[in-house]
Structures are given as structure tokens and as C-alpha cells.
């Protein structure tokens, strides 16, 4: 299968990061094809909601989305996104690629192009942040579900860690690994 993972924070070598590298190396012992793209390094314009994508099923703009996230997230089979959590939403970067979805949003639902004819496609999200409380994690979680549905991602489950601020302070937390390998098996 083709694991295909999007990486949200700006901060290198951060929280987020070892998630997505430990979920990375999981999948590779299990024999699969991964590819990490980062988020903050792309070269990604906002979407300006012009609607050329709602009525043309193309976006306007030839960048990094259109040159290097749309065709690998087509060949994904499992998508995974690892962000930390800034003001309960998705750090900038991420955030400007997740709009530009709407461009696979107006083919689905707009110009019904059915581009991943029943692929069964499966998205999971690794989230990590620095506070504790009950819904930490709800606005990355909305926001990731919506984001998959566009691409017929099915949303399978969300690994979240609390109370994570520091940069590589994950690297202790005693859950960290065998969650991400039991995901990494279930899926
Ligand atoms: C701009 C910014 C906004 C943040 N907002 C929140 C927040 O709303 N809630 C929270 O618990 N932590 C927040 N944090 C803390 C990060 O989520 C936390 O430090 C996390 O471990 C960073 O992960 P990373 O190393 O992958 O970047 C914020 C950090 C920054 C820099």
C-alpha cells in the first residue's frame, strides 16, 4: 500500500513530527511504500474562493499543492496528517493546504467525477498539544474529517496526546509506541 502523510508544524524535528516518523517506520516494517510531505515547506497558495474549481475542476494556481500533494494523494492508501494543535484549529501552513481541497471537493460534489471509483482509503490523525482539556483536539478532528471526505479518505481514529509542549517531549511519553504500532497493525 502507498502511506502517504502530511506533516502540520513548522517546528522541526518537533512532537509532531517523531509521531508521524514512528507511524512511518511502522508501516515500513509492514512492508509499505511511505512518503512524508511537509506542510511548512511547500509552496502553497490560499485558496482565494475564486469558484474556477467548482465549475472547471481544476484550481487556478500550479504550486506545490498541484504538482506534488494532489497527485500523491491520489495514490494514497492511507493518509495520515500529524499536527500539533495551535489555537484548537491546525497550524497556518496545513490549514492554507487543507482549504486548497476544495478543488477535489467541487469534483466530488459539484462535477461528480468520481476520481477514486470505491477505493476503500482510510485517514487517521496524530495530534499533539500542550494543555489538557476535554476538547483539545475537536477542531482538528472536525476540520481533518471534512478535509478527508473530500478525497474519499474514510476518517478511521485519531491518536491524541495531551500535555506536550516542549520539543521532543513525546519521545518519553510511555503510550507513544504501542499505540502507533497497534494502529499501524490494525490498519
Ligand atoms: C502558535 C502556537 C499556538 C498554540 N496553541 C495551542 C493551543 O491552543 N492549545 C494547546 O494545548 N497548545 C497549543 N500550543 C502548544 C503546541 O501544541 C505544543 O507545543 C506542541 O507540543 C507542539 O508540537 P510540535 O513540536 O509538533 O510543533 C501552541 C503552540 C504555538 C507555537
Known amino acids: 500500500m502507498n502511506i502517504l502523510g502530511v506533516h502540520g508544524s513548522p517546528r522541526i524535528k518537533g512532537n509532531s513530527d517523531y509521531l508521524m516518523s514512528c507511524f512511518m517506520k ?9 512518503q512524508v510531505l511537509h506542510a511548512a515547506k511547500l509552496k502553497i ?12 475542476g481544476v ?6 499543492f ?10 494514497a492508501d492511507i493518509f495520515v496528517v500529524s499536527s500539533p494543535v495551535y489555537f484548537y484549529g491546525f497550524p497556518s501552513a496545513l ?3 487543507i482549504d486548497r481541497i476544495q478543488v477535489v471537493w467541487s469534483r ?11 477505493r476503500v482509503r482510510k485517514g487517521v490523525l496524530l495530534g499533539v498539544a500542550a494543555t489538557k482539556g476535554k476538547d483539545l483536539f475537536e ?5 481533518a474529517r471534512y ?4 478525497a474519499d479518505i474514510q476518517y478511521e481514529t485519531g491518536l491524541f496526546y495531551r500535555g506536550i509542549d516542549e520539543k521532543g517531549q513525546i519521545v518519553t511519553h510511555p503510550l507513544v509506541h504501542e499505540e502507533i504500532q497497534k494502529l499501524a497493525h490494525r490498519l
Open 147 to 150: 478535509f478527508f471526505d473530500a
Open 66 to 75: 498541484t504538482t506534488q500533494f494532489l497527485p500523491a494523494l491520489h495514490k
Open 108 to 118: 466530488k460534489y459539484r462535477l461528480k467525477t468520481d476520481d477514486y471509483r470505491g
Open 95 to 97: 490549514k492554507t493546504l
Open 139 to 143: 477542531g482538528l478532528e472536525l476540520t
Open 26 to 34: 511502522e508501516m515500513e516494517i509492514l512492508g509499505h511504500k511511505t
Open 59 to 64: 484550481c487556478i494556481f500550479d504550486d506545490d
Open 45 to 56: 497558495n490560499h485558496c482565494i474562493g475564486c469558484g474556477h474549481c467548482e465549475t472547471k
